[in-house]
């Protein structure tokens, strides 16, 4: 009798302790990391997003010693649930905010914690071009900007009165690193976009980084995709460093899809060389010293 009441009292017991445990654990609790098989368009800026992690922790997570991904590659998401985050907006009460230069849905959405197709949705657009001044209703908004991940849009960037800094290719790549976001300004229009730096050993294969981004670059060639080399600005890190860019999407390789560009452009630097002469080229270099000087 006092065995089986032993075995009753240690059974209640039990199930006191899991009971205990189990309401102490949050919905979505990760017990470890989950992994996520690398698809087509992926870049670890994307994957990153995806599972509200960042860059360096997912870098750091699978030993990799670059941002490069291979279709199919298996990645560890470091103290993530198994799905990835929910994309609907927070509930909370709606707000106003009015653009200013450089914005664009994407970075809008992030900066309140909501979707851009809601936001889209709320205002009435049916497209993803914005104006400076233009006030949008933000539906959902917790005010409060957050982050998703080490790599994403830069930051708005002023740039100097006067030209450029001169920086030599074979330092451009520890300032503007492979994988990372900046701005670009246009000398001869004024205008500015986003700018993703996809790789290049000879000079920076870069992309477009929105749809916007890329209807701005092209209106700074004249409407229409060209080879001719233009003189900018690369803002970054409150840098103004001398460059060119070529206003021509080539190649089949890109990390960005949806913002209209196919493929990727060139942009040079002082001393920097095309990839199929392997020579550095006058015209970029011109377009480097008009935005000099």
């Not at 979505?28 to 992926?42: E, L, M, P, Q, R």
């Not at 560009?261 to 010293?289: C, E, M, W, Y």
Request: charged share 15%; with cysteine.
């Amino acid at each position: 009798m006092k065995q089986k009441y032993n075995f009753v009292s240690a059974t209640l017991m039990l199930v006191f302790v899991l009971t205990v445990l189990c309401s102490a654990l949050q919905p979505g609790t990760a017990f470890a990391n989950s992994v996520y098989t690398v698809s087509k368009g992926d870049c670890l800026w994307l994957v990153a997003n995806k599972f509200g992690v960042t860059v360096n922790a997912l870098k750091t997570a699978n030993n990799l010693s670059s941002d490069v991904l291979q279709i199919g590659q298996r990645i560890s998401i470091p103290g993530s649930s198994s799905k990835p985050a929910a994309s609907s907006p927070p509930a909370g009460n709606t707000s106003v905010y009015t653009v200013v230069q450089g914005d664009c849905l994407w970075t809008i959405a992030n900066r309140f914690g909501t979707g851009a197709e809601a936001i889209k949705s709320a205002n009435g657009l049916d497209s993803d071009m914005l104006y400076a001044g233009q006030n949008l209703t933000i539906p959902g908004a917790n005010y409060q900007p957050v982050s998703r991940g080490a790599v994403s849009r830069a930051a708005p960037q002023t740039a100097p009165s006067h030209g450029g800094e001169l920086v030599s290719w074979g330092l451009i790549n520890d300032l503007f690193a492979i994988g990372s976001t900046a701005t670009i300004k246009d000398v001869r229009t004024g205008r500015e976009f986003q700018i993703y730096h996809l790789f290049g050993t000879n000079h920076a294969d870069c992309e477009p980084l929105t749809a916007s981004d890329s209807q701005i670059m092209k209106e700074c060639f004249g409407g229409q995709w060209s080879w001719d080399r233009r003189p900018a600005l690369l803002l970054i890190d409150g840098r103004a460093i001398a460059c060119s860019m070529a206003g021509m999407p080539h190649g089949t390789s890109q990390n960005i899809y949806g913002n209209d560009f196919d493929g990727h452009f060139d942009l040079h630097f002082l001393n920097s060389r095309t990839h199929g002469t392997n020579k550095v080229d006058p015209g970029h270099q011109a377009a480097i010293q008009e935005a000099a000087a």
